[in-house]
């Protein structure tokens, strides 16, 4: 079975501190992703990697970084946690495929005080 | 501006009614994706309409894919409680060479017994 394990379900962190979430999957997929959700706005791509050590900018990256060392293994950084930056933090994986079925963890809300 | 707008944002009924729910676009896909997003949980998908103009049932459900390929419909006969959810369209994105997806802001659906 397809998992996509987010290491944190909540965390909360203060105002400038560094955030580590990660994401790992177990499907080989050459595609990862982070998102973040919000009421009223949806799904925005922060990250993206479609291979070991390569990484795309999606739409939101300001304030975001992310490692990927490992196929199986995707990272996204706060380096300085800012309160706007309180949401719920989705990793997915693909393969890469237009038009294939991306994979999600369960999320992680994140709350910065 | 939003890619794949969806309508409508909030939808709340009755055990047994039925439902359309809308994801239309100025742009033509590829293909098309329904996932559906329950309370605390990360997307899962349901469907995949590839074809314009075609037409997947899952059960109760019913995915029609326009024959422009630039919109798509969800059709639910008598919801029930567990059809609950926040519903999102999505499609290819970047060119989607790679597997990323651009999704909708979703129809959040409440069926009350």
């Known amino acids: 079975d397809v998992k996509v394990t987010q290491s944190s379900r909540y965390l909360v962190k203060r105002t400038g501190e560094k955030v580590f979430l990660e994401c790992v999957q177990d499907m080989d997929h050459e595609n990862m992703f982070w998102y973040r959700q919000d009421p009223g706005l949806g799904l925005r791509l922060i990250y993206f990697s479609y291979d070991v050590k390569m990484k795309e900018k999606g739409d939101i990256p300001e304030g975001y970084s992310v490692s990927r060392e490992k196929k199986e293994r995707f990272s996204l950084i706060l380096e300085s946690a800012s309160t706007n930056q309180t949401s719920m933090y989705l990793c997915?994986?693909?393969?890469?495929?237009?038009?294939?079925?991306?994979?999600f963890g369960e999320g992680s809300w994140l709350t910065v005080v | 501006t939003q890619l794949l707008e969806q309508s409508p944002q909030f939808l709340s009924i009755q055990e047994g009614e039925n439902l359309t729910v809308y994801c239309n676009s100025s742009?033509?896909?590829?293909?098309l994706q329904w996932y559906r997003q329950e309370p605390g949980e990360g997307p899962v998908l349901l469907v995949t309409?590839?074809?314009g103009g075609e037409v997947k049932k899952l059960k109760r459900l019913t995915f029609q894919f326009g024959d422009a390929r630039k919109d798509s419909s969800l059709h639910i006969t008598a919801a029930q409680p567990g059809d609950t959810g926040l519903y999102l369209c999505a499609g290819p994105w970047g060119g989607g060479s790679q597997g990323n997806l651009i999704f909708g802001k979703g129809t959040k659906l409440s069926v009350k017994p």
């Open positions: 309409v590839v074809t």
């Open positions: 997915a994986s693909s393969l890469v495929r237009p038009g294939n079925t991306i994979y």
């Open positions: 742009s033509v896909f590829s293909s």
